[in-house]
Each structure stands twice: as structure tokens, then as C-alpha cells.
């Protein structure tokens, strides 16, 4: 069983920066790629990064590759984004989740089968 938490959301203005923490649970964690989801209002929710368990490979969305950088610390047993260069368009709120199959390498997000409760960000203009 693996329980994400995330934090680290809040307001930040155009340009700027924010680093995102999912901090997990279990002794398993380094087991499960790990992924983060946004879901903005009124949009479904999309894929924006995720990481494989041993941290070697990653993928990111379009909308967010060379602005988004997604890390893991198995030892802390926490997965991060960092965010730069943000923009109004990155306002969502912002998931946690780790894959259902522990090994499984996937960017599809009904492959992830463990969720944190999400935190809000918004970008100001």
C-alpha cells in the first residue's frame, strides 16, 4: 500500500518558480513509478511528468518540457516537480500518483493506481 501526500502549492506569479513534494508512505516506494497530473477547471485532467522507479528515465508533457523538472529520493521517500518559467496556463491543481504495477514504467495515467489528495497552484498575470 502506498499513501501520497502532496504540498507545496500556492499562489506564484508569471516567470516565476515553485517546487511541488509528494512525500509517500510504505517501504515499497522505490518500487513504483511515481507521476504527477494536473487538472485545471473546466479540463480534464492531463499527464504533465513521471519517473521511474529507479529515477533513470523520465517523460514530460509538451506544455511542460524544459520548464518542468520531476525528481525522486527514495531515501526520503518523496517525488518532486520543480517548476519554472510558470505561466496562467500551469494553474491547476496538481496530483501525485504512483503506478499500479510496481517495476511498471507507463505515461498513462489510468496505469497509476495510487493518488494523493492534490494542491492547488495558481499563476497570477
Known amino acids: 500500500q502506498v499513501q501520497l501526500v502532496e504540498s507545496g502549492g500556492g499562489l506564484v506569479q508569471t516567470g516565476g518558480s515553485q517546487r511541488l513534494s509528494c512525500a509517500a508512505s510504505?517501504?515499497?516506494?522505490?518500487?513504483?513509478?511515481m507521476g504527477w497530473f494536473r487538472q485545471a477547471l473546466g479540463k480534464e485532467r492531463e499527464f504533465v511528468s513521471v519517473?521511474?522507479?529507479?529515477?533513470?528515465?523520465?517523460d514530460y508533457a509538451t506544455s511542460v518540457k524544459g520548464r518542468f523538472t520531476i525528481s525522486r529520493d527514495n531515501v526520503k521517500n518523496t517525488v518532486y516537480l520543480q517548476m519554472n518559467s510558470l505561466t496562467p496556463e500551469d494553474t491547476a491543481v496538481y496530483y501525485c500518483?504512483?503506478?499500479?504495477?510496481?517495476?511498471?514504467?507507463?505515461?498513462?495515467?489510468?496505469?497509476?493506481?495510487?493518488w494523493g489528495q492534490g494542491t492547488q497552484v495558481t499563476v497570477s498575470s
Open positions: 500518483a504512483a503506478a499500479g504495477i510496481r517495476y511498471k514504467y507507463t505515461v498513462k495515467m489510468d496505469e497509476y493506481r495510487y
Open positions: 510504505g517501504r515499497t516506494f522505490s518500487s513504483y513509478t
Open positions: 519517473i521511474s522507479w529507479s529515477g533513470d528515465n523520465s
